[in-house]
Every structure is written in C-alpha cells, then in structure tokens.
C-alpha cells in the first residue's frame, strides 16, 4: 500500500509540474483491447511535453451498456459513452502512457467501440485536431446520481477564482456540494469553490478535490455549461441555429401574424425570438409566434426571424417571407363580438382568460386583448395568459375581433380579475437582519435558527446596501465605516461592509450547518450563511434593503433621469440578484452570491422629504420614485424571462402622511410593488444627541391615537395605513412595522401618569454607547432594573417606567403584538414587518407566528 501511494505522489507531482498542452501533431491517443466482456483504453502522449487533461467519447453498438469502471469515471447517453480520469492519470507525462492504471470497464456484451474520439479528436490521431482550450475549461462526469466537475487551468497563470454556471434538464435539481457548493435558481445552478480549491496554478487542476454533488435523476447531463462566463470545454460561443418553416397563418390590412419552428439551441439556452421586418427590428418575443403591427395596407413586407440566446448571440436569419396586407376596400362588414369571456385561471402575476369564437363574412384574423381598457397583447386564438400583472390587483378585461380587414368588432362584457398577493391565504412576517449585528450585538444568522424564528419568517430583509456617491450605482466590495457623528451630512458616503457581507471567514460555533468558513472561499460572510439557512428552509425569501437612513442620500441623484435609473437598476441586480460581488479579500467573482437574493426592498427615507443630514432633496422627486420603481420592476420581471424566477420588489414607507404626499404616488407604485412596509415605530423617541424629542416622553409605536396625545399630528399605526387604504393600496400589499426595541427618556417625571407624555430631560442611556435612547427589547428586560410594565389598553402601547426622575421605555411586547396582529388581520392586511430581528430571544417572533399562523 505505501508503495502504491508513492506512486500515486509521483503522478500528482507530474500533473504539478505540467504546464503544455500537446499540439495537434503529437496529440493523445487511445488503444482499445478487449478480454471477454471486459473492455480497456490505454492512453498514450507521443509528444514532447507533459499533457493535463483528458476525456475519452465512444460509441457502442445499439444495446450494449458500458459500466464498472476502473480509474476513471462513466456516464452513458443511449449508445455515446464517455470516460473520464481520475486525477492521478490525468496527466500523461511525455511518451508515456496510462499503464498499469489503465481505464477498464465492464460491457453487457462482447463488443467493439464504433468510433472513438479523445479530447475531440480521432483516437488513432489521424485527422485535424481540434483547436486548442485555452484558459480555464470544467468537464463534467456523474455516475448515478452524483455529478462531478474538473476544473483545469490551461494557461500560463495562476487563476484565483472560479464558478461553473449550468443548465441541467427541466425538472432536475441539484444539491450535497462537496468540496464546493452549489446554488440552484430554476434550471440554472451555480458551482463555487471550496477555499481550498478558489486558487488553481498553471497548468494544474482541482484534482483530487474537485467539487461534486448530487443531481435528482441519474445520469443527468448539463444541457449547457459555462466557466468564469466562457464555455467550460474552451471553445467559442456556437450561436443559436436560425428558427425553420416561417409562415404567415393570418394577415389584415394593418397586421401579419407570423409562425416558425423553434431552433435548435448553440451553447446557451434560446431566451427570445427578434422579428425582423426588413433590415429593421419589428418586435422581440420568447413563443415561436408573432403579430407585426402598425403596417400600411395593400403593400408587401418581407419578414424574417433570428433566435437569440441567453447572453445575446444571434441566430442567421430565417429564410425571409413576403406577406401582401390586405386592401380595406375589399370588405367592410364588422366581425361579431367575442361572447363568453372568462379567467380560466390566476396567480399573482398573470390571468389566463378564454372567450367564444367571433364570426365574420369572410374571416376572422384574431383578437385584441384589454387590460383596463389598453391593447395589453393581440392573439390568434380564444385564449390567451396576460402575464407581467401586479400582485393583489384588481384588472378589467375586454376582448374585440379583428377580421382580415381590420374591421373591429365592439369589445366584448367586460370581466373582473383580481390577482393573487404574494403570500395565497397566509400572511407575510417580514424581518430585518443587520449586516453590523455580528458586531457588538453578536447576532449572527445562525441565531436566526437557533431561536427559532427562522422557520417562523416568511422574508428577510439584508440591511443595508449603499449607492456609490461617484459612480451612482449599487455600492459593494468596500470596507468603509461610517462618521462618528449622526449628524454629519457625509456620514455614509463611500461606507460598506464587504467584510461582513461575503468576506468574514465565520467559525463553526457562527454557522447555520456548524462548518467554519477555511478563509479562501468565494463566498464567506453573512451572504454564505443566508444562503445556508435558505438551504435549511427552501421556503423562506431574502431581499436586500438598498438604502436606509444612512445611505439615502443618493437616491434623488440616481432616479433623476431615465438614464440614471436605468444605469442604477441594472448596477443593483448585477451585483445582488445576478450576485456579480467585486472582488474582495480573495471573496467575490462572478455568480458568487447567485441565488441568496429573491428580490429587492427599496428603503428611500425620504423621498422628497427631510431624512439624514445632508440627503439630497429634489423637486421631481415625488415622480421620480415612482419611475425608479416602475423600472425596477421592468428589469426584474425582464430578468424573470430569462431564468424564470419572479423576484419581489418591496419598500420601506412613510407613517407621516407628510411624507407620503411628498415623495409617493401610492395609487401609481401599487402597480409594480409587491410589499408596503409601513413604518409602525418611532412615532416618538429621542436620540443620542438630543434631537428629537429630548423634553417629553410619547408612545413609538401605539395602534390607535392615545386620547391623551398633546401632540397637533396624531401618529398611531392606524392612521399610518389610512392614506394608503384611501389611496386604494390593496391591504394585502400592506404590512405594519413592529418594533424589537425600545425607545427610551431619563429624568421623567411621573405626572400621575406613570410617565406618559411627562417631561424628560434627554435620551435614557442605550445598549450601546453610540445609541442613548434604544435598546433591543431582550437588553431592555435585561439591562434597565425596576422597569414596571405598563400595558395601556386604550392605545394599545407598552411602556414600563422606574419611577419619578427615572427612566421611561416604549416598545412591543407579546401584548403589543397579540393586539396588533388580531387588529391587522381584521383589516384583511398582508402581515407584519419587524425591525430588528437580534432584540428577539425567540418570544416575539413566535407571539407574532402563532397570531398569524405558521
């Protein structure tokens, strides 16, 4: 055995020192022998240098199965088999061979391979060779249901980082990484490395700890596959086949209606089909079906089609079509409204509608569908799926016939649909976890779980991300702390938190699965542990919260033109729905933090309005918040096209109706968001440098408008979802902020009323020094001695108060929050959102899961 491992070390040693791949004169080749049903390849390297990497592909005769290999791994497709080595004979040094460790198999039947290909080229090295990889190239292999990739370095430099992106077949899933980790989202699946395996040297591979992980189907292939944004096997990107057969069933005077068959895929999966009228582009659709529109009649057009890929490669065209339009003076007679017009089904996104047929003189060419009165897409048939709709929204929809003509007929009665919210019969409970709570809070994602309010939660909002002062877009891979002073108008420019995000190297003792980070991974940080605890409960959302009080200040600028939205947009899904992460510390790289994110939470405080010190404030920005969401949406749902996720897009508002009417058209955002969070606290407080409310005491977060509230504006949680319900909001958008701290006054007086709306001289002293007048509700029990709780029933508030000249808190607790969730689920709203999750040992989160169920 100690002489088989010495061997075995001599070979590695090989594969380290092996940095020239063989040219196409002294290639590889392979010998087949065969003795009784057991087949063998030996590989040789006639050439001058040491050759690294290597896959053999045969065919066998129809029903012969190839299995039991020796040093290498088998996967069969029908007749094409295909080996692979294992790590100690994939380097071949110059004019040697695989002997004695050799590929053998076992064959159902004693038969000879019908062709026999070695790294693409014939085994006996007759014929061109294929180009040459260059770069980084992964090879795939499985056996039953556990899959393997390679990943190999052909150049001349170290690569430090590295991810396999691939497409498995529909309905296949992936899972298990080891020695790396994997990421699924729909059929797309995203391969990281391990720390020890992110840095490859030239001419080496990962061997012997290349990642594997198991796939639901045995013998699954990858129906595409890309490494660091190439394709895995070196080659250039094969383009898209151009579609076949394009018709014309149905043409009017103003329309052509054309049909193709769906092509054949090059490296990448087809996403959309351009139609071309002429050398112009007449519209992009993802069916293998179109209508042109907006044509003159009694004219020619010539048509053609070219399909697109996942990363924009085009197809050639199609054979072009000429399609005469119709002459309107050859008909005139209107067809007959559609009858019947019902929704067959509905989600939270789409209706699918059917009608009855019209009837025509001559021929009906096909419909209009309407959305609220608009033309929302024009079909063929008596069905049709309107997609691309908004959550818990109610839409009116009519149908009219066009015939060949264009005669229309009347629109059809019209329908009412109201589509699902985001949650079916159940409710949201949104939390929020701090990126800076594994600091002095040491509130880690793992207590997430260890409380138990993980599987308690429905979302998880990250906070926060920053906007690049100079660049406008979303801001990552800095480490960048903000100014002492809250009142420095600079405060958050330029600040983040790689190092907490995806750079910090988490101990067992910090992780959800109990495995510590080594320190070299792609992905480290509280992104590697979200991504774990979403592994733990598949059910649960992740968005990341862009902004917040600190980091707003740029938002005016980025949605100040239709550029700037449009340029900040795609920075913010590039960098966290895509999870593209800048390098950082070793961290980062492409795809890296792919799959963590579900969606976007957009936490401007406050459009339009006065927030932190310094905030840039501009007139239009009332408009421009709602054309900074509409395009948020638009992107997101274009990029639902692509992988076919749906990702949610949320927002922190406004309890003040001041604010709501300078920065939020609420009727209009309805439309693109899918979640509301109503600021439910804060309503009073005082901060760490006296600002505020410094001299009296008052509620934070109260339900309804205490009788004795000397204030002139009234806040309450009431009258904070009151203008969006006047406004039209569906309740179920809307959530109501819950408070997991308190806010606190020292010096109060008593006032025969236990501290309530009494003088005060100033923030009580908080958890932290940098934070006088809050702590978490857990620190706060803890921490602030002889504190009697106070339940006001009338208000329905909690506060507790040591005494005159004492200390005066105001929070939630389990009463609070009994009483609001039976008032919020009277009002028919979506749920509850929490800020913030580390002040709960567990007893709030499941006050608020048992009230709502689940």
């Not at 012969?64 to 994939?90: E, M």
């Not at 018709?247 to 087809?270: D, N, Q």
């Not at 209009?668 to 760490?688: C, L, P, R, T």
């Not at 007048?773 to 508030?797: F, M, W």
């Amino acid at each position: 055995m100690r002489r088989m491992i010495g061997i075995l070390l001599s070979i590695v040693v090989v594969a380290a020192l092996a940095v020239a791949p063989a040219s196409a004169a002294d290639r590889l080749t392979a010998t087949f022998s065969l003795s009784g049903t057991t087949g063998k390849y030996v590989v040789s390297n006639p050439g001058s240098s040491s050759v690294s990497g290597w896959t053999l592909v045969f065919e066998l005769p129809a029903g012969v199965t190839a299995s039991n290999a020796q040093n290498a791994t088998l996967s069969q497709n029908g007749t094409k088999v295909t080996l692979r080595p294992q790590f100690y004979i994939d380097t071949i040094r110059s004019g040697g061979n695989t002997e004695p460790y050799s590929p053998t198999f076992s064959l159902s039947s004693a038969a000879q391979p019908t062709s026999c290909l070695l790294n693409g080229a014939n085994c006996d090295g007759t014929g061109e060779a294929p180009p040459e990889a260059a770069g980084v190239i992964a090879t795939y292999s499985i056996e039953g249901s556990r899959a393997k990739f390679v990943v190999a370095n052909n150049s001349s430099e170290t690569v430090n980082g590295w991810s396999v992106v691939f497409d498995l077949p529909e309905g296949v899933t992936a899972s298990g990484g080891d020695n790396g980790s994997v990421t699924q989202s729909g059929r797309t699946v995203t391969l990281s490395p391990a720390y020890y395996n992110t840095t490859i040297g030239a001419g080496r591979t990962t061997e012997p700890y290349s990642p594997t992980f198991t796939v639901s189907r045995s013998g699954a292939e990858p129906t595409s596959c890309r490494v660091n944004d190439v394709r895995c096997d070196g080659a250039a990107d094969a383009p898209p086949a151009a579609p076949g057969k394009l018709t014309s069933p149905v043409k009017t005077t103003k329309t052509v209606s054309l049909a193709w068959e769906a092509a054949k895929p090059g490296s990448l999966p087809i996403t959309a089909y351009e139609v071309y009228n002429g050398d112009k582009l007449a519209t992009t659709v993802p069916e293998t079906n179109a209508t042109v529109t907006g044509l003159t009649p009694n004219t020619d057009y010539t048509f053609t089609v070219k399909s697109r890929d996942r990363k924009g490669n085009l197809s050639a065209a199609s054979e072009a079509l000429t399609v005469k339009t119709n002459n309107p003076a050859d008909d005139t007679e209107a067809p007959s409204v559609p009858g019947g017009l019902h929704s067959t089904g509905k989600d939270s996104v789409t209706v699918k509608l059917a009608w009855n047929a019209s009837t025509d003189n001559k021929q009906v060419a096909n419909y209009d569908v309407l959305v609220n009165g608009q033309v929302a897409t024009t079909v063929i048939g008596t069905s049709t799926t309107v997609a691309g709709l908004s959550p818990s929204t109610e839409y009116t929809f009519t149908v009219r016939a066009r015939d060949m003509y264009d005669n229309l007929s009347g629109v059809s009665t019209a329908v009412k649909v109201t589509t699902d919210d985001v949650m079916g019969d159940g409710y949201a409970k949104v939390g929020y976890f701090v990126q800076w709570g594994i600091y002095g809070r040491q509130y880690f994602v793992k207590n997430l779980d260890t409380t138990g309010n993980a599987k308690r939660l429905t979302h998880i909002n990250y906070a926060f991300g920053n906007i690049d002062p100079q660049n406008l877009t979303c801001l990552q891979g800095v480490t960048k702390g903000t100014t002492k002073d809250p009142q420095d108008p600079s405060q958050g420019d330029g600040a983040g938190d790689a190092e907490a995000d995806y750079g910090r190297a988490m101990t067992a003792a910090e992780s959800v699965d109990g495995k510590a980070d080594g320190g070299r991974e792609a992905l480290r940080g509280n992104f590697n542990q979200l991504k774990k605890l979403k592994a733990k409960y598949p059910n649960l959302k992740v968005l990341i919260s862009i902004g917040g009080w600190t980091y707003s200040k740029y938002f005016s600028d980025v949605s100040k033109t239709d550029a700037s939205r449009k340029k900040f947009v795609k920075s913010c899904l590039d960098t966290y729905i895509k999870g593209n992460l800048p390098s950082y510390n070793g961290a980062g790289g492409q795809g890296a933090a792919a799959g963590i994110f579900d969606g976007i939470d957009l936490d401007w405080e406050w459009p339009g309005a006065e927030g932190h010190p310094g905030n840039h404030i501009g007139a239009d920005d009332k408009k421009n918040n709602t054309l900074l969401i509409k395009e948020f949406r638009e992107q997101l749902d274009a990029l639902t096209k692509e992988t076919g996720n749906r990702y949610l897009l949320s927002a922190f508002t406004p309890a003040d109706p001041a604010k709501i009417e300078a920065g939020w058209e609420l009727a209009e955002v309805a439309k693109y968001m899918d979640i509301f969070n109503i600021q439910g606290y804060d309503f009073h407080g005082s901060g760490s440098d006296d600002s505020w409310e410094p001299k009296r005491t008052g509620h934070a977060g109260n339900l309804y408008t205490d009788k004795d509230d000397p204030y002139s504006f009234h806040f309450s949680v009431e009258n904070a979802v009151k203008p969006y319900l006047d406004a039209g909001v569906s309740p179920r958008k809307l959530t109501i902020g819950l408070a997991y701290y308190g806010r606190g006054w020292k010096e109060v007086s008593d006032g025969g009323k236990s501290g309530e709306w009494q003088d005060a001289n100033g923030a009580a002293p908080g958890q932290f020094a940098e934070e006088a007048g809050t702590r978490g509700y857990s620190n706060l029990l803890a921490s602030v001695p002889n504190c009697k709780i106070i339940h006001d029933e009338q208000a329905v508030a909690t506060s507790c108060f040591t005494g005159d000249k004492g200390q005066w808190w105001s929070f939630d607790d389990p009463w609070s929050i009994g009483k609001k969730v039976e008032w919020l689920k009277s009002k028919g709203l979506l749920g509850a959102m929490i800020w913030e999750m580390s002040g709960d040992p567990g007893v709030l989160t499941k006050t608020l899961s048992d009230g709502l169920g689940g």
